[in-house]
């Protein structure tokens, strides 16, 4: 039997001086079922042939815009197998609908778009198109996130009753976007960003891995929005109490001005009968606390962990897997639902792979800690 040729990648966005597209590229490539081959990194036509050298690609394939790149790619006999966005919000959309429009299928930094409005809009277009969309919300390709995933899953911590996640920076304590930082640039300008601030970058996030985690949805929200430092336009601190459609409450705290803080991502989940923690800091251990049983600690790797958890396991017990290996895994997920449609079979990608309604749902958080925030009150989600 042939084996399948790896899947051809064209990359928006992730050109010289970006943060996560090098991420995207890495991580798509580590298990070897995909390879870039195209992209259209920058707005300037320089650059992005500039990265097109960088990455060893035909300069023919190193485009002046994703357009162009769409168009000719979608003519080409061995063009793109699908597109991943890695650039700023506002192009999320415009890039998505142009690529799906063309019969490509989609893999995007998140959130899905710009506004509630625009991923409504995405969608319907995932849907009328009938291809896969994946969205990376990174922290679900952890090991551990997955076996906390399952445990939730499992009804073994009872009756879920709180849950809480906490996502702390502190790379905005001062106005770095004043001195031309690329990122805190494009992170703090409503045109390039949304609305969102410190909500749409790392809170959806958090909403996102409680959801992820713990099975349940979102039901109502009551968030104070701050913005702390001087001039900023838009919200670089956020606190929200949260309902779930069991009747837990819960609790979700971001920020970008905890001075200090690097990447402290923190949830919990507490049930009638035990509860779990995890940390992004220390990410190949998920603390089990049990009402009437001891502490237990689970390490990645191990064979007492859920299928789920083993499933995406690359090194023995105690060898470390990080950020990079995450991405990956959800990269590959992504690979391996486009091989099968590819291969004429149903277009089913595995429930853990996040996807367009992961999408919505993190978008309606952002619009919803808006409202909540303007009423100064609980609205519905």
């Known amino acids: 039997m042939t084996e399948p040729h790896k899947l ?24 070897g079922k995909i390879e870039l081959v195209a ?16 990455f060893r690609l035909d300069p023919a394939r190193a ?30 959309l415009p890039v998505a609908l142009a690529a799906l429009e063309s019969g490509i299928a989609v893999m995007s930094d998140k959130p899905a778009a710009a ?9 319907a277009a995932v849907a009328k198109s009938g291809l896969l969309y994946g969205l990376t919300h ?48 494009w992170r703090t300008d409503p045109a390039l960003s949304g609305a969102g601030g410190a909500i749409g970058d790392i809170g959806t996030h958090a909403f996102h891995l409680i ?20 001039g900023r336009r838009l919200d670089d601190d956020c606190n929200a109490f949260l309902r779930m459609n069991n009747g837990a409450e819960g609790s979700l705290a971001c920020s970008q001005i905890a ?33 009437d049983g ?15 958890a083993r499933a995406v396991a690359r090194t023995p017990a105690g060898h470390p897997e990080g950020y990079l290996e995450a991405f990956a895994v959800l990269y590959r997920e992504f690979a391996d639902a486009l091989l099968t449609w590819k291969q004429g079979r149903a277009n089913s990608p595995p429930a853990t792979l996040p996807g367009i309604e992961a999408g919505v749902r993190g978008m309606r958080f952002i619009e919803r800690a808006i409202e909540s925030h303007r009423i100064a009150g609980w609205v519905e989600f």
């Open 39 to 54: 992209g259209a990194f920058s707005q300037s036509p320089e650059r992005s042939r500039e990265a097109g050298m960088r």
């Open 211 to 230: 959801e992820y985690i713990s099975g349940l949805k979102v039901t109502a929200m009551n968030a104070t929005l701050r913005t702390v430092v001087p």
């Open 138 to 185: 990174t922290y679900a390709g952890y090991a551990m996130v997955r076996e906390a995933r399952a445990l939730c899953a499992t009804g073994k911590l009872g009756t879920i009753r709180k849950v809480a996640v906490e996502y702390m920076q502190g790379w905005l304590s001062g106005p770095l976007e004043s001195t031309g930082h690329k990122q805190a640039v």
């Open 259 to 291: 001075a200090g803080e690097m990447n402290e991502l923190r949830v919990r989940v507490y049930g009638e009968k035990g509860s779990l923690e995890w940390r992004h800091q220390d990410p190949n251990r998920l603390i089990v606390r049990w009402l």
């Open 8 to 31: 051809r990648m064209g990359m928006v966005g992730g050109g010289p001086g970006a943060f996560i597209g090098p991420v995207h590229r890495i991580a798509a490539e580590l298990d």
């Open 63 to 92: 485009y002046a815009d994703y357009r162009q790149m769409i168009e000719a790619e979608s003519k080409r006999a061995d063009g793109v197998d699908f597109v991943a966005i890695v650039a700023p919000n506002h192009m999320h």
């Open 294 to 308: 001891p502490e237990q600690i689970h390490h990645a790797s191990m064979s007492y962990l859920s299928a789920e």
């Open 115 to 123: 506004s509630y409005e625009e991923a409504l809009e995405l969608q």
